[in-house]
């Protein structure tokens, strides 16, 4: 590849989205008075234009919105529904989304509906569905390869690559379990911000406020899913990435440990071999726990192994939760990251239900390590590259940086010089660290932890800044997801709200109303199966 | 710690190993007219003392040479043995053994007699067993912590610690589950290299022919196990040293996947905190493989997570093999490393006897990546610590290296300068061939594969050299057994002779005569339980 920079990047971008664009049929595209209203400085919801854009018709609508990837599943197979019209309804929807939030990246609309179309011959000929995924649209972060489709994940220096020529790992092994694949979203420059924005595809906004961020690094993701454009959709996370697109746009989503869902095959933002301690994992992000527990089963059950050599493939357990009360840790935020009125309320509501049920809560906040601290070992793991790879794909084609990448660049990071010999210390860190957590699961004989996996809701575009709730996960390697749970309104929140606390970014009641707020629940490592079954109580809980 | 060279380092040494010698009782002791000829130097073998010398009845002979560990907990449990006969049995073994080979570091036979009888009590009282290894003695590798008994794994500097005050996680796992402690076992100095031997303790030898290796790092298990001294053992395996003693003793031997088995709390060698990708293991050593199912079914099955952070907590499945054929892909040697005549007989008999079972055998020699580079790769993942921490312990007592050490310092790695930026290369390097034999174990569908542990049978003392046959499990962290198959003899072997093989070390069939030959049999990551049931199947075709 040229060292040479590439003199209009700016075009090139421009042609890739046009390009883009044209991909959405005429006839699935939105008036341009209304587009004309969508920029990023916009402070107004597009949740319900899909509804009242009058594109989709009465059953599109329905099956876009009223049902679950486990109900859709249900649909198809029971021949109540096919899956053309199931992808077909998707893909109009996300064709809608793209032009609301610039949630997309690569769209291959008609390759999906030839797709369905085969697994729906497959059930007819056949009698029985491809697999537990039959004929379902899953839509997939821009890193995961898809063959004949590009994967430049926002580097104008990847643009020149060729299609790719082959799938990721786990894009096989869910195809072979019947997923129908229609489009590829968008995602932050470098993938370690938690806005999904890059000099590619440029930014996208958070349906429930355009003003604010959708979260990252799978933000594509939360968007899409927001405005139901998808029903499930696959996203990596190593500090948060898909579980903060998750919290910032009121969706479900699922973290694993490391280990269980295969990784490999995908384009990586930086330099492979990373002797970090920290392993991204794939995780479903969607609407429903049970949508993550079919996705996370169908995974682990599928003979892992032969589609990646570096999975651990540890089928997925059936597991009944002990009949007794649940023990559930709980932290309140931490002093640098004082919580949101909403996120405190959200938090406070969640306890108090689980406690009415009876279940037991214990407090954590002074039992465990200092979290900001993890944070900032955590995120040193991903500046060990002494060659800075991700800088040199910028370099290369001569494109600037986005503007939330220097806000996870605190001072604890500015200083630091990656070395062997710290390494060795970074790990013995580490391990205090997790020796410290497990001391507290263990002795507390907790089932899970709930906490915060941001202190407020999305925030303003580029303001996020380093994810210490979140990252904490990825460097326990202990599995964790979040849940939706009631959303900002100021006149309520109001009794969280503390005059003294540092809110960072600023607190902003009118800016954040109505936006989702949200609950993670952490589980212990290798006992994915068994946080599953606990977010399902929370689920139920927090519906009831 | 004082930086000071100990002015006495041999005096103390000394002072440390006559006080193991008081720990055996006098009417325990061998006659001086039978030790004086147990040297390092005699070319003598000394299995049969134990029974020829007259200090066990017939009863601890019979307790001690007839049975495995299986057996042995039957007869405790059912009440036909009491484990303060079958732990005083053996107690009175490992003492001889120690006074033939030099195999133990710590001795606590009263303490364990006063546990038996606990186990004893136990069962009498509560009419069921402790536990799965209910009563049974097992013996540790001196660098498992055992609370009240130093484990200064060879090291001079060490000789001051205070005695551990807890126990390794694994001890206290087993001991839950029945287990009876009574001794700790000889390892290397640095625990980097196949000879047991250190300047603490001395050297263990080869109850075979005392003028060979008993194999290492856990050599002082291999031979103890070979005396019968002990009836299971615990071994670390890094680069083979739970299966070297084993090929090198006529023993069997498992190496788990990682993290099935608890490994924190025991005394690492060198720095904590290794970047490296070869995480050590443990693993069961012993005489049979019903023996080591029993031991790692317990491990696992043992709720691991909470005795140990690190661990995956992966319980033990109950698998069941394929009614079709076995597929073994099959390694016979490589060019730097030409098999010696007994090895290539033993692994010609084994694949000779698998296929009038019906089983397949694919050769693989030319399929796969370099053994020997891969295992320079491993190599250079050991020596990643820039602080040399191993070299610093001997400097701080000015002890000097055993001479085997110098033989791992091959060419390639006396010049490697670890570097941060070299790791991630490093890394890169290992998933290619990971990779490789990812591709070549899916694409052939190989159950297993069978291949030497080492291209000899134990051999003199400082000779082994690197171990690529045996780290190169580690490096792809694939498990792996070794079962004793055959032995060296010269009439038989000679034609498995080359004339123009390069033999290294060379090959003196009057040397090793009578040796234990062996094979190995390598499975895919995490299916242990898979494994487990492959070797159960080769050790019967052997027996037959």
């Known amino acids: 590849?040229?060292?040479?920079?590439?003199?209009?990047?700016?075009?090139?971008?421009?042609?890739?989205?046009?390009?883009?664009?044209?991909?959405?049929?005429?006839?699935?595209?939105?008036?341009?008075?209304?587009?004309?209203?969508?920029?990023?400085?916009?402070?107004?919801?597009?949740?319900?234009?899909?509804?009242?854009?009058?594109?989709?018709?009465?059953?599109?609508?329905?099956?876009?919105?009223?049902?679950?990837?486990?109900?859709?599943?249900?649909l198809m197979t029971s021949g109540k529904a096919t899956s053309v019209e199931v992808t077909t309804a998707f893909c109009k929807r996300a064709a809608i989304a793209q032009q609301c939030v610039n949630c997309l990246t690569e769209i291959f609309f008609e390759e999906a509906i030839a797709r369905a179309r085969e697994c729906d011959d497959y059930l007819r000929k056949n009698g029985r569905p491809m697999g537990p995924l039959h004929g379902l649209p899953i839509s997939l972060k821009d890193s995961f390869n898809v063959r004949g489709t590009q994967a430049t994940i926002g580097y104008i220096s990847f643009l020149s690559r060729p299609p790719a020529t082959s799938d990721s790992n786990l894009v096989t092994l869910l195809s072979d379990n019947g997923a129908v694949y229609y489009c590829k979203t968008n995602l932050p420059q470098t993938m370690m911000t938690a806005d999904s924005h890059n000099n590619v595809f440029g930014r996208t906004l958070n349906p429930h406020n355009l003003s604010l961020t959708a979260g990252g690094s799978t933000g594509g993701e939360g968007a899409l899913l927001a405005m139901r454009g998808s029903v499930l959709g696959l996203a990596t996370d190593v500090a948060g990435s898909c579980r903060i697109p998750a919290l910032c746009c009121g969706l479900t989503s699922f973290k694993p440990s490391a280990g269980r869902v295969p990784f490999g095959g995908g384009v990586p933002p930086g330099r492979l071999g990373s002797p970090g301690s920290i392993i991204p994992v794939?995780?479903?992000?969607?609407?429903?726990?049970?949508?993550?527990?079919?996705?996370?089963?169908?995974?682990?059950?599928?003979?892992?192994?032969?589609?990646?050599?570096?999975?651990?493939?540890?089928?997925?357990?059936?597991?009944?939760?002990?009949?007794?009360?649940?023990?559930?840790?709980?932290?309140?935020?931490?002093?640098?990251?004082?919580l949101h009125p909403p996120i405190a309320?959200?938090?406070?509501?969640?306890?108090?239900?689980?406690?009415?049920?009876?279940?037991?809560?214990?407090?954590?906040?002074?039992?465990?390590?200092?979290?900001?601290?993890?944070?900032?070992?955590?995120?040193?793991?991903?500046?060990?590259?002494?060659?800075?790879?991700?800088?040199?794909?910028?370099?290369?084609?001569?494109?600037?940086?986005?503007?939330?990448?220097?806000?996870?660049?605190?001072?604890?990071?500015?200083?630091?010089?990656?070395?062997?010999?710290?390494?060795?210390?970074?790990?013995?860190?580490?391990?205090?660290?997790?020796?410290?957590?497990?001391?507290?699961?263990?002795?507390?004989?907790?089932?899970?932890?709930?906490?915060?996996?941001?202190?407020?809701?999305?925030?303003?575009?580029?303001?996020?800044?380093?994810?210490?709730?979140?990252?904490?996960?990825?460097?326990?390697?202990?599995?964790?997801?979040?849940?939706?749970?009631?959303?900002?309104?100021?006149?309520?929140?109001?009794?969280?709200?503390?005059?003294?606390?540092?809110?960072?970014?600023p607190y902003e009641p009118k800016t954040f109303e109505g936006l989702p707020a949200h609950v993670q629940v952490m589980g212990k490592p290798m006992q994915d199966e068994e946080l599953m079954e606990i977010l399902r109580v929370v689920e139920k809980t927090l519906a009831e």
């Open 1 to 74: 590849m040229s060292e040479m920079p590439i003199a209009d990047w700016q075009g090139l971008a421009a042609s890739k989205r046009e390009a883009n664009f044209k991909k959405i049929p005429e006839k699935w595209r939105l008036s341009e008075s209304l587009t004309s209203q969508f920029a990023e400085t916009s402070a107004i919801s597009v949740i319900d234009v899909p509804a009242t854009c009058g594109l989709l018709t009465p059953r599109e609508l329905d099956l876009t919105s009223n049902h679950d990837a486990t109900a859709l599943v249900e």
């Open 282 to 338: 794939i995780g479903p992000i969607g609407h429903s726990i049970r949508d993550a527990e079919l996705t996370m089963r169908t995974i682990c059950n599928s003979n892992t192994w032969v589609f990646d050599e570096n999975v651990l493939g540890v089928p997925w357990r059936s597991v009944q939760l002990p009949t007794r009360p649940l023990r559930f840790g709980l932290i309140r935020g931490i002093p640098k990251r004082p």
């Open 345 to 505: 309320r959200g938090l406070h509501s969640c306890t108090t239900k689980l406690k009415s049920k009876g279940h037991q809560i214990i407090l954590l906040d002074d039992k465990v390590p200092d979290i900001w601290d993890s944070a900032i070992l955590a995120w040193k793991f991903f500046l060990l590259d002494p060659r800075k790879t991700p800088m040199s794909y910028l370099q290369q084609a001569g494109e600037p940086l986005v503007p939330s990448i220097g806000r996870t660049m605190v001072k604890e990071l500015r200083e630091f010089e990656p070395s062997l010999d710290g390494l060795w210390d970074m790990n013995l860190e580490r391990f205090k660290i997790l020796h410290a957590w497990h001391k507290v699961m263990v002795e507390n004989e907790l089932d899970a932890v709930l906490m915060p996996g941001n202190s407020a809701t999305a925030v303003a575009h580029d303001t996020y800044g380093l994810t210490p709730f979140t990252v904490l996960q990825n460097l326990l390697n202990y599995p964790s997801g979040i849940l939706p749970h009631l959303r900002a309104e100021e006149e309520l929140d109001r009794q969280f709200f503390k005059r003294d606390a540092a809110y960072e970014p």
